[in-house]
C-alpha cells in the first residue's frame, strides 16, 4: 500500500520505517526540514536499538522516502498521523495543535478513496472532533483510531510484533467496512502472525491507549509507595515484589520500585487524561491518578533528601557523581527524567554534579549547561562524596565495587534503581542505600 506517515518524531520515524520493511511503499512529512534531512541520509535522530539498521534497509529498498512537502502524500491510500500531543505549557491537558495541523495541511491533498488514520495519543473525543473537521472541510475519507503501545528502546519489535492490534472505527458502517480492509491489508503480516485484534468506536481506542499507560503507571506508583511503607519498617520492597507478582493475577512487570515513572508518555499522559476527565465532568473517577502523579514526584524528592543526609546535611561544595541521565536505559530520551531532574535538583542546591550518560551525554550537555558531563562511570566518580545510580543502564549494574571504590573520594552510593547487589558493594567498603529496601 501507498501510505503517508504524517509527523516522523519517534513514534512516527519508527512507524514509517517498520511499514517500509513490511513491504510498503511509505512516505515520511514532517515539519522539520532538518529531521526530514536527516532521516532521507539515514541518519537517527534518537537512540534506538535495531533503528538505524531498518531504516537504512528501508531506504535502500526504494520504499522509503521523506519529504515536507504535503502535496506529495496525495497519491498515498492511507494516511498515518503520528505526530506529538506534548503537554500544554500552562496546563495539564494535551495540546492539539500538531494534530490539527497535521489534518488542516492534508486536507488539499486528500483524496476520498484514501483512508486517514490517527495513531497519536490523545484525548477521548479528538477522533469524533477531527472527523467533523474533516466533513466542514467537504471531505469524505473515513477516519479510524489506531493507537500504538510501542515502547521506546524496543520500539521497531513493538510496532512490528504488537501484543494486539486496535481499530477504532467511525459508526457509519461502509465507511467503517473501508477503514477495516485498509488497516487489515496495512497489517497483514502481523494478521498472519495471529495477533489479536480489538475493534471498538473512537472513544473506546482512545481510551484503550490511555487506559494502557494510566494502569501501567498506577503500578509502578503502587509499588513506589509499598517502597515508603517498607522504609518506615524495614522491610524488603523487592522482595515484596517479587511475592505478589508470583501472583499471575497480579504478574511480575512494572513491578520495580525506585525513582519512579518518566518519558515521553506515562506522566503527560496520565495528567491528560486527569484533565479530560475533569472536562467531562468525572473528575472524581480518576482521582486516582492524582495519587499515582504524587507518590512519583515524591520518590524524586526522596532520593534528593536522601543524598543531602548521605552528604552531611548540606550539597554545597560537595561532589556527586550521577550515573544515568536518560528516563530508562536503552535510550537517550531525557524527557521528564527522574535521574535529570534529581541531578538538576543536587546541582541547583549547590553540589558539584557530573553526570555520565551512555547515550543521553550530548542532549544533557545541550538541555542543562550547568551540570558537567564524564565520559564513563569512572570518570564521573572520580573524587565524588556521593554516588548515584539513576539509570539502570547494564554496563552501570555491572560496575566492579573494588575498582569504583578507588576512584571515589568517600565511598557512598545510592542506588536509585534497587540493581546493584547490596551485599557485593557492602563487602567491597561502601555505605550502600537503595529504594524500600533495608
Ligand atoms: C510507555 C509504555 O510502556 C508504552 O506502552 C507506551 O506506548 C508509551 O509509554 P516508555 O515511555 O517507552 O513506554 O517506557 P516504559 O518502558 O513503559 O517505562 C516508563 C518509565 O517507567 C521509565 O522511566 C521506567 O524507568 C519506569 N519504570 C518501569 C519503573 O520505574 N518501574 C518499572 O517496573 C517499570
Known amino acids: 500500500m501507498r501510505i503517508s506517515v504524517i509527523g516522523c518524531g519517534y513514534l512516527g520515524a519508527v512507524y514509517a520505517v517498520s511499514m517500509a520493511s513490511i513491504g510498503h511503499e511509505v512516505l515520511g512529512l514532517d515539519v522539520d526540514r532538518r529531521r526530514i534531512d536527516d532521516l532521507a541520509q539515514g541518519v537517527a535522530p534518537f537512540h534506538e536499538p535495531g533503528f538505524d539498521r531498518v531504516l537504512s534497509e528501508s531506504l535502500d ?36 495543535t500538531f494534530v490539527r495541523a497535521a489534518v488542516d495541511s492534508l486536507l488539499p491533498h486528500l483524496d476520498d478513496d484514501a483512508v486517514v488514520l490517527g495513531r497519536s495519543t490523545v484525548p477521548v473525543g479528538t477522533a469524533a472532533s477531527l472527523q467533523e473537521r474533516l466533513r466542514a472541510a467537504g471531505a469524505r ?23 494486539r492490534l486496535v481499530y477504532g ?72 515484589a517479587e511475592a505478589i507478582g508470583l501472583d499471575d493475577r497480579i504478574g511480575p512487570k512494572f513491578l520495580r520500585a525506585g525513582i519512579g515513572f518518566g518519558g515521553g508518555c506515562l506522566p503527560k499522559d496520565i495528567r491528560a487524561f486527569m484533565a479530560r476527565a ?20 515524591r520518590r524524586r524528592d526522596h532520593v534528593v533528601n536522601m543524598a543531602r543526609k548521605a552528604l552531611g546535611g548540606s550539597f ?26 534529581i541531578a538538576s535538583k543536587i546541582s541547583g542546591r549547590g553540589a558539584d554534579v557530573v553526570v555520565t550518560d551512555p547515550a543521553a551525554n550530548q542532549r544533557v550537555h545541550a538541555e542543562r549547561p550547568n551540570l558537567a558531563i564524564a565520559e564513563d562511570a569512572f570518570a564521573a566518580a572520580d573524587g565524588a ?36 547487589d547490596p551485599a557485593a558493594w557492602r563487602e567491597a567498603g561502601w555505605t550502600y542505600q537503595s529504594m524500600g529496601r533495608p
Open 61 to 96: 529498498s526504494g520504499r522509503l522516502r521523506f519529504s515536507t512537502d504535503y502535496a506529495e502524500a496525495a497519491r498515498c491510500e492511507a494516511h498515518v498521523i503520528c505526530v506529538g500531543t506534548p503537554q500544554q505549557i500552562d496546563a495539564a491537558g494535551a495540546d492539539l
Open 169 to 240: 472505527l467511525p459508526e457509519d458502517p461502509a465507511q467503517a467496512a473501508r477503514a477495516r480492509a485498509v488497516l487489515d491489508e496495512m497489517y497483514a503480516p502481523m494478521l498472519e502472525a495471529e495477533t489479536p485484534v480489538v475493534v471498538g468506536n473512537y472513544a473506546t481506542a482512545e481510551l484503550v491507549k490511555v487506559s494502557a499507560n494510566a494502569f501501567l503507571a498506577t503500578k509502578i506508583s503502587f509499588i513506589n509507595a509499598v517502597a515508603e511503607v517498607c522504609e518506615a519498617t524495614g522491610a524488603d520492597v523487592s522482595v515484596i
Open 385 to 420: 562524596d556521593l554516588v548515584l545510580l539513576l539509570t539502570e543502564w547494564a554496563q552501570f549494574k555491572e560496575l566492579d565495587p573494588v575498582a569504583l571504590r578507588e576512584v571515589v573520594g568517600t565511598p557512598h552510593m545510592i542506588d536509585g534503581r534497587n540493581v546493584l
Open 278 to 297: 475533569g472536562e467531562l465532568g468525572v473528575t472524581e473517577a480518576l482521582g486516582l491518578l492524582r495519587e499515582v502523579d504524587n507518590v512519583n514526584n
Open 141 to 163: 475519507s473515513p477516519l479510524a483510531w489506531n493507537p500504538e503501545f510501542l515502547r521506546e528502546g524496543f520500539a521497531v519489535k513493538d510496532t512490528l510484533h504488537p501484543d
Open 316 to 341: 554545597t561544595g560537595k561532589r556527586v557523581a550521577v550515573l544515568g541521565a536518560a528516563f530508562k536505559p536503552d535510550s537517550d530520551d531525557t524527557r521528564q527524567s527522574p535521574a535529570l531532574y
